[in-house]
């Protein structure tokens, strides 16, 4: 039997089977070589490979001391509760009926047997060191001329003696700075310290204190330290 087609004639072979026939043959020959070309290929990257090795990654492990514990505090039991107070008693007493005030007249108290009254005699604000509201405290102009004062104030006996010490000054600042009062307040144990002191405040100048915006005159303490070289 004969099949003719357009471009001539063919013979068809009934013992070749057809073309589907013949690609499934094939597919099945180029599986397994395929699958047999696979594990040689995986056998020999297995084979020559190079070995894998693991990181170490071990620590070491701290010791730990084992610490004695302070003995336990022993908590005093609470206070016993304070006794309430017995109720007070009211004491009795009768008062007689015809109790009056002392009189209060010129003629019972004698213009001549009353105080007299304060005078020009008493003391004013910088008599003694008193309390004065200040917002803003002293402050010396100058330290370092400060500082030369005190030094050139440091009796030269004691200094060579070898004695020295601090003195507390209580000092009364006016208005413009000026110092215009200053009495000690804890002595050095040195009468002749003391008094150096005393005279190197007097000489001190001060930015005057201030309450808000006004210049106020106010005591104000300071220490007054004489240091021996060593």
Request: a negative charge.
């Given at each position: 039997?004969?099949?003719i087609?357009?471009?001539?004639?063919?013979?068809?072979?009934?013992?070749r089977?057809t073309?589907?026939?013949?690609?499934?043959?094939?597919?099945?020959?180029?599986?397994?070589?395929?699958?047999?070309?696979?594990?040689a290929?995986?056998?020999?990257v297995?084979?020559?490979?190079?070995?894998?090795?693991?990181a170490?990654?071990?620590?070491?492990?701290?010791?730990l001391?084992?610490?004695?514990?302070?003995?336990?505090?022993e908590?005093?039991?609470p206070?016993?509760a304070i006794?309430?107070?017995a109720?007070?008693?009211?004491a009795q007493?009768?008062?007689?009926?015809?109790i009056?005030?002392?009189p209060t007249?010129?003629e019972?108290?004698?213009?001549?047997?009353?105080?007299?009254?304060?005078?020009d005699?008493?003391?004013?604000?910088?008599?003694?060191?008193?309390?004065?509201?200040?917002?803003?405290?002293?402050?010396?102009?100058?330290?370092?001329?400060?500082?030369e004062?005190?030094?050139q104030?440091?009796?030269?006996?004691l200094?060579?003696?070898?004695?020295?010490?601090?003195?507390e000054?209580?000092?009364?600042?006016?208005?413009?700075?000026?110092v215009?009062?200053c009495?000690?307040?804890?002595?050095s144990?040195?009468?002749?310290?003391?008094?150096?002191?005393?005279?190197?405040?007097?000489q001190f100048?001060f930015l005057?204190?201030?309450?808000?915006?006004?210049?106020?005159?106010?005591?104000?303490?300071?220490?007054i330290?004489?240091k021996?070289?060593r």
């Amino acid at each position: 039997m004969s099949a003719i087609s357009g471009s001539g004639v063919s013979l068809w072979n009934p013992d070749r089977g057809t073309a589907n026939d013949r690609f499934k043959t094939r597919c099945r020959s180029w599986f397994w070589g395929g699958l047999m070309m696979a594990t040689a290929a995986h056998f020999t990257v297995f084979m020559f490979f190079p070995m894998l090795t693991a990181a170490d990654l071990s620590f070491g492990v701290t010791e730990l001391e084992a610490i004695e514990l302070p003995p336990e505090v022993e908590i005093p039991p609470p206070p016993e509760a304070i006794q309430r107070p017995a109720v007070p008693v009211v004491a009795q007493a009768e008062l007689e009926e015809d109790i009056t005030i002392a009189p209060t007249t010129f003629e019972e108290n004698p213009v001549e047997q009353l105080p007299a009254p304060p005078g020009d005699s008493a003391l004013g604000l910088n008599d003694q060191p008193v309390f004065t509201p200040y917002t803003v405290a002293p402050e010396l102009k100058d330290r370092e001329a400060a500082a030369e004062i005190v030094r050139q104030a440091f009796p030269k006996t004691l200094m060579a003696a070898g004695i020295g010490g601090e003195v507390e000054v209580w000092a009364f600042i006016d208005e413009k700075g000026v110092v215009k009062n200053c009495q000690v307040q804890e002595s050095s144990g040195y009468a002749g310290l003391d008094r150096a002191a005393l005279k190197a405040v007097m000489q001190f100048s001060f930015l005057p204190a201030l309450n808000y915006d006004r210049k106020v005159a106010v005591w104000v303490q300071m220490p007054i330290m004489f240091k021996v070289a060593r």
